[in-house]
């Protein structure tokens, strides 16, 4: 098999991985795993809680907030990826007079323990109904997978609502894991 032709099956394997099949939580997960996926990363995706911050969130004294948060979330993509990272994304309800959704999408590795070893979030949506953020979150989806730019659909580049964050402001801090800015970061929850 000559190098060009490994290249077309490679682009076509890469193709068929990002089906929409393929990243369907329940082509990988049971009902049960998918409510411990979403409660394993509830402390990085949900608001705050009140008396709370980004250095106390994992105390045992909010577990009650997050296991509720946790039931507010829905898995609605999964894809474990051959390069050892999960990716997924999550949507919530959106505060707003009719029924929209605002979705995040991210990636994580976990250690031989099962331990969340590398996260990051790598976009947030804008608030949307069902039908556009289905519509919107595949393109956005299918592009993360492929690991292609999505700076076309940040709002400055974009003249639809795809990406609210990152933008100018924000940016997604890998090490912290939160979302951080040229302002207070803990007023970035009240957003969520």
Known sequence: M??????LLCWLFSLAACTDNNYQPS????ASEQ??????????I?????????????????DQHYQKQTGLFRLDKYYPSADGYIYFEVSRMAPSFQVKRVATAGRLKRDKNGKIHAYEE?????KMDEETLARRTKKLFDSFL??????????ANSEEE???FP????KYDKNRRMWAGNFLEDSLSALR
């Open 167 to 170: 933008d100018g402001q924000i």
């Open 27 to 30: 082509a990988h997960l049971s």
């Open 35 to 44: 409510n411990e996926f979403k409660a394993s990363i509830i402390r990085y």
């Open 122 to 126: 790598v976009y947030r949506t804008w």
């Open 46 to 62: 949900a608001p705050l809680p009140k008396k709370g911050n980004h250095s106390t969130k994992f105390e045992p004294v909010f």
């Open 2 to 7: 000559n190098f060009r032709n490994l290249l």
């Open 146 to 155: 492929n690991h292609e730019d999505l700076s076309p659909y940040e709002t």
């Open 162 to 164: 795809f990406i609210e």
